[in-house]
């Protein structure tokens, strides 16, 4: 969509803030766990943040695996966001589809990849890595993220591009040295 009335969500201020405050809760839990070494119980996540009301055209429900009642709100509830974050990285499979509007569905789902997509994966991707690059691609999906339970980087995918950052350069564009 475009023309006057169009909202880019893409470069839109509060989708970047929230884009952000997402990113830095996974490079937190991912310090948090800090034993990448032996990953048994490891962490691992997936986040779309969406611009569509529905992700149901390309989405089924993830079985039982739900967003915890409290911290639906990145940006208006931090500490309660971080915490069910990490209750849904240590036990809960699938992503959390995150509206524009701040809200995560209670619902977690599997994407169905788009047809057609010719993504060139990296050899350290594994399934939620390949599926979020391939759902970036898709026009109501402003950007997903993940964490990898197997490394604990943290990989923004964007337009079926991505930047990935291991635990040991987390902060870095923050404290200017990248």
């Known amino acids: ?3 006057p009335l169009a909202i880019d969500y893409r470069t ?3 989708v970047d803030r929230m884009q952000a405050v997402i ?6 839990i991912a310090m948090e ?3 990448w070494e032996d990953t048994a119980g490891a962490p691992g996540a997936y986040l779309a943040l969406v611009s569509s009301g529905s992700v149901a055209d390309f989405a089924d429900p993830m079985g039982d695996n739900h967003w915890p009642e409290t911290g639906r ?3 208006e509830e931090f500490d309660a966001f971080y915490e069910s974050l990490r209750t849904v990285a240590q036990t809960c499979d699938g992503a ?5 509007d701040g809200v995560i569905n209670e619902q977690l789902v599997r994407f169905r990849s788009p047809a ?4 060139d994966y990296e050899p350290w991707m594994g399934a939620r890595h390949m599926s979020a690059l391939d759902v970036s691609t898709r026009e109501d999906v402003v950007v997903t993220l993940t964490l990898s339970e197997e490394t604990g980087r943290v990989t923004v995918f964007q337009n079926g591009t991505f930047e990935s ?8 564009r923050w404290r200017g040295t990248q």
């Open 1 to 3: 969509m475009s023309g």
């Open 12 to 14: 839109h201020h509060r």
């Open 23 to 28: 990113r830095y809760c996974l490079e937190g």
């Open 33 to 35: 766990f800090g034993r």
């Open 73 to 75: 709100e990145p940006l």
């Open 96 to 100: 959390a589809v995150v509206g524009v």
């Open 116 to 119: 057609g997509v010719q993504a």
């Open 165 to 172: 950052v291991p635990p040991e350069r987390f902060g870095e």
